[in-house]
């Protein structure tokens, strides 16, 4: 840690801390580095709050896109598992996407260990969403929410859902403590007074622009490191919840951490630089810039999508299909990939109609079928994978 910024820095202050140094098996004497409470009213340049303005603007934008969808809970489901995969590469699990949806029709069993890791995101977002319908961002529901992202892993313990009890550090794994980027609070009163703190100010009603505090809550979260495990994934689902709790986005549509993966770099040495400067401005304009590039994107893949939909049954009743064909086709921009059980249960036919209308769309060129086997076969479309990975070609599909 560079002690001597930390100790100029206005946004924390170091304490002493001892102890036995696990990895080392050695003790160790250092300092540990407890973030100020957050501002209630901080104060920002002009710039950095026109950034956050414009952010929101993206934000308002794409919840009224997704509002004029008749099913828009079609759009949650791919865009969670993109997340997943995104907020799973930057802490360094990696799976393709299109393997990951391939995994969802697989026995937990069968999956690879990172496709489990991710799964278990998808898991933890699914129980978030269900708690903030009862609970509001709080120990109670990042608890359990903490649980599900460790459970089964390598980082899973007795001590899952609750605030740690042990020292940790940032960026010394196989290291002394003395050489971490950053030594968070102490656990105990420093961390138990700190996240109480956090809590209060995350669900405070305030006039801070919607942007601008999810930018800080999640500096804060990040800074304080309140888990074992999982936190900066944890710490990335939240800016998610924030938008939903405070009534900026009414469906969790909005992914941040493909963004965030592309900028690893500079997230991560923005997190780090707050504490060691106090430049609170350049932090939120650079979540702003996300929020804004993720929320336009996510408008146009709304647009692209649903236009695409609109084209796949045009082009089947052109040709005379007619029936469980339309419907699943009308379903498949939440299920690029799809398997006959799956399309069953969607339709509520039985399994023969489901065969039959994913056959129809086989035969006319919207699914194909991808592993080549004559039994538990999946089925992708190539246009819905195209779009939600963001490799779009404009709104106006003509491929049918």
Not at 211 to 236: D, S, T, W
């Amino acid at each position: 840690m560079d002690l001597d910024a930390l100790r100029r820095s206005q946004t924390g202050q170091l304490v002493p801390i001892t102890g036995a140094d696990l990895r080392t098996g050695t003790d160790f004497h250092y300092f540990a580095y407890v973030p100020n409470p957050l501002p209630a009213s901080p104060a920002l340049q002009l710039r950095t709050l026109d950034l956050a303005t414009k952010a929101a603007m993206a934000v308002a934008r794409l919840d009224q896109a997704v509002a004029q969808i008749p099913n828009p809970q079609l759009l949650v489901r791919p865009i969670i598992r993109r997340e997943a995969v995104s907020t799973s590469a930057l802490e360094g699990t990696y799976a393709a996407f299109d393997e990951v949806l391939e995994a969802d029709f697989l026995a937990e069993s069968q999956q690879t260990t990172e496709q489990r890791e991710i799964f278990n995101y998808v898991r933890a977002t699914e129980t978030a969403l269900r708690l903030l319908k009862t609970y509001p961002i709080s120990r109670t529901l990042l608890g359990q929410t903490q649980k599900e992202i460790v459970a089964g892993t390598p980082d899973d313990s007795y001590e899952a859902g609750d605030l740690r009890r042990h020292q940790v550090a940032i960026g010394s794994k196989g290291r002394p403590v003395t050489d971490a980027r950053l030594v968070p609070a102490p656990p105990g009163s420093h961390l138990e007074e700190g996240f109480s703190e956090w809590e209060k100010w995350i669900n405070a009603e305030n006039y801070i622009s919607p942007i601008v505090k999810l930018a800080l809550g999640h500096y804060q979260f990040e800074a304080l490191h309140p888990y074992n495990n999982g936190n900066g994934r944890l710490g990335r689902l939240i800016m998610l919840l924030q938008l939903m709790q405070d009534g900026v986005l009414r469906q969790p549509v909005l992914s941040l951490a493909p963004w965030l993966d592309e900028h690893k770099h500079e997230y991560i040495e923005g997190l780090l630089d707050v504490s060691l400067t106090g430049d609170f401005d350049s932090w939120v304009s650079f979540i702003s810039e996300g929020v804004r590039v993720q929320a336009d994107d996510a408008v146009q893949a709304t647009l692209d999508l649903v236009a695409l939909k609109e084209a796949m049954v045009k082009s089947l009743r052109d040709a005379g299909v007619r029936s469980a064909a339309l419907e699943l086709a009308e379903m498949l921009i939440g299920f690029p990939v799809i398997d006959v059980p799956t399309a069953a249960n969607l339709l509520r036919k039985p399994f023969e109609t489901a065969n039959q209308a994913v056959a129809k769309l086989v035969k006319h060129g919207i699914l194909h079928e991808i592993t080549g086997r004559r039994v538990n076969r999946l089925f992708m479309c190539n246009e819905v994978l195209r779009i939600v990975t963001g490799r779009r070609q404009g709104s106006n599909p003509t491929l049918f």
